[in-house]
């Protein structure tokens, strides 16, 4: 494991970051937002949506929902699927319903206590925030140092990388143990003055100077105290690992079902699919095999063969999932086979309804083979 800095070393190390910070540090729209609002509502939203997504795709995002939803009384009121659509293009849309969720559970706590003026009773620290849905360690480590100035890290991908450099570790971040031993130094670490400034600087070091590849140690506040740009070893941390992770290939058939002007769109429902469960979309169907034809969900009792257009396939990436997905498409004459469950939507509305990445990547596959042909 890498060597551990001495007090003397971590007083210089948050002195020279925290300097650096004051004359580097971005305007961010959520940082104004928390001080003119005085609410950890800015900070909450920008946190979970910056879970694995970068900042230069959140911020119009977080612009535009902030402007729609400027309380946590708003984003509650607001219907989910609304929500969902404001937040298109950060994916992962399981945290955002996870938010939704847990701004209803602070107004209904809110009004239960003092009716529509009631006050938002706020989570007063880090453990408190740990227990609101969809909020993990950074999250909570984020909002907590930021929002109450409380003293806890904030260790996300970046940071450990930082970490890696600092304390020139050599073994790689899954090994065993060592996620354990950075966040322990991460805390050490953080200065108990300015937590939030600390965690931000850390962040911004990660994304402006210290970055994945080609760390610029020349100009980094940290160079004096950095073991892996003393030893030269900057661009060989973090180390990879040497396993190699599983990515599991799964098949699916996309049904695309069209009427005239209109296409067909189901609301998922949790034995549906593995994947974007709850959401609206076509419906997906899990196969064995490429090829395998199948006849579950909204299939059967159709009396026509979909086509069989080899070129509507495509790929998507889920976390360690590699899908592949073949594209069917049933048109219809009338209406007299159209399941219950399809929902008709005009096509020029689908964009709007559908949320995830995957769904629009299979709305732009067929919109441009039917407006082509
Ligand atoms: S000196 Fe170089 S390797 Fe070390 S923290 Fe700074 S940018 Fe990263």
Redesign the pocket.
């Known amino acids: 494991m890498g060597r551990v800095p001495s007090s003397g070393q971590i007083k210089k190390l948050r002195l020279n970051l925290l300097a650096w910070f004051d004359d580097n540090r971005e305007v961010r729209p959520w940082r104004e937002d928390f001080k003119r609002l005085a609410s950890p509502y800015p900070v909450w939203i920008s946190e979970i949506m910056l879970q694995q997504t970068t900042i230069p795709v959140v911020l119009p995002i977080y612009t535009n929902f902030i402007n729609r939803y400027p309380t946590v009384r708003h984003l509650a009121q607001a219907p989910l699927a609304e929500v969902l659509n404001a937040l298109t293009g950060l994916g992962y849309y399981q945290r955002f319903r996870n938010l939704h969720k847990a701004a209803q559970n602070f107004v209904t706590e809110a009004n239960s206590a003092g009716g529509t003026l009631g006050l938002i009773n706020w989570p007063k620290n880090y453990v408190d925030w740990l227990k609101i849905p969809g909020v993990g360690p950074y999250t909570a480590g984020a909002i907590s140092s930021i929002v109450l100035g409380e003293a806890k890290a904030a260790v996300d991908g970046n940071v450990e990388?930082?970490l890696c450099?600092?304390l020139e570790i050599k073994n790689p971040v899954s090994a065993p143990g060592i996620k354990v031993f950075i966040r322990e130094i991460a805390e050490k670490l953080v200065c108990p003055n300015q937590p939030g400034n600390f965690n931000e600087a850390l962040m911004e070091?990660g994304q402006k100077?210290?970055?994945k590849s080609r760390?610029?140690?020349p100009?980094?506040?940290?160079?004096n105290?950095?073991?892996?740009?003393k030893q030269g070893t900057?661009n060989l941390?973090p180390s990879k690992s040497t396993l190699k992770k599983k990515v599991e290939i799964i098949n699916f058939i996309a049904q695309v079902h069209i009427w005239g002007d209109k296409m067909g769109l189901i609301k998922r429902g949790s034995s549906d699919t593995r994947f974007l469960k709850q959401s609206t979309g076509f419906p997906l169907v899990e196969i064995k095999a490429p090829g395998e034809h199948s006849t579950k969900i909204l299939e059967s009792g159709l009396s026509h063969q979909p086509n069989n257009n080899a070129s509507l396939q495509l790929r998507h990436r889920i976390t360690k999932h590699d899908l592949r997905i073949w594209i069917k498409i049933y048109k219809y004459q009338n209406m007299s086979h159209s399941n219950p469950r399809i929902l008709w939507w005009n096509q020029l509305e689908i964009p709007k309804i559908i949320n995830s990445s995957l769904d629009k990547k299979i709305f732009d596959k067929v919109h441009s083979v039917l407006t082509s042909s």
């Open positions: 990388r930082i450099r600092l070091l100077i210290c970055k760390p610029n140690c100009l980094c506040p940290l160079r105290q950095c073991q892996a740009s900057q941390l």
